[in-house]
Nanobody
Framework: QVQLVESGGGLVQPGGSLRLSCAAS????????MGWYRQAPGKQRESVAGITSGGSTSYADSVKGRCTISRDNAKNTVYLQMNSLKPEDTAVYYC???????????WGQGTQVTVSS
């Protein structure tokens, strides 16, 4: 059974940092594309960052330079380091796994990030 479990969210002041983690199980983690998405109240879910099995990364313009996505295939975990957080970063952050070639997509349950003073 495939499972993605996010952690690391919380309340942080503007300018602060958080590191989100997503632990995967039930899949060949090293061969899947991993991504972080977020959804703010009243808004559509949007892509934040992605990382391929080979380690290539991509970022939304809104977080470029402030966030870093990484993966540890030995731990079946993907991370999102977020720095210089802004109130507009407030959202539920979701982890997504895509099994390329099999058209399979899995989502985690989400972790809340709130940036507020």
């Amino acid at each position: 059974q495939v499972q993605l479990v996010e952690s690391g969210g919380g309340l942080v002041q503007p300018g602060g940092s958080l590191r989100l983690s997503c632990a995967a199980s039930g899949m060949s983690f090293g061969s899947v594309v991993m991504g972080w998405y977020r959804q703010a109240p009243g808004k559509q879910r949007e892509s934040v960052a992605g990382i391929t099995s080979g380690g290539s990364t991509s970022y939304a313009d809104s977080v470029k330079g402030r966030c870093t996505i990484s993966r540890d295939n030995a731990k079946n975990t993907v991370y999102l380091q977020m720095n210089s957080l802004k109130p507009e970063d407030t959202a539920v952050y979701y982890c997504k796994a895509t099994v390329v070639g099999r058209n399979l997509v899995y989502w985690g349950q989400g972790t809340q990030v709130t940036v507020s003073s």
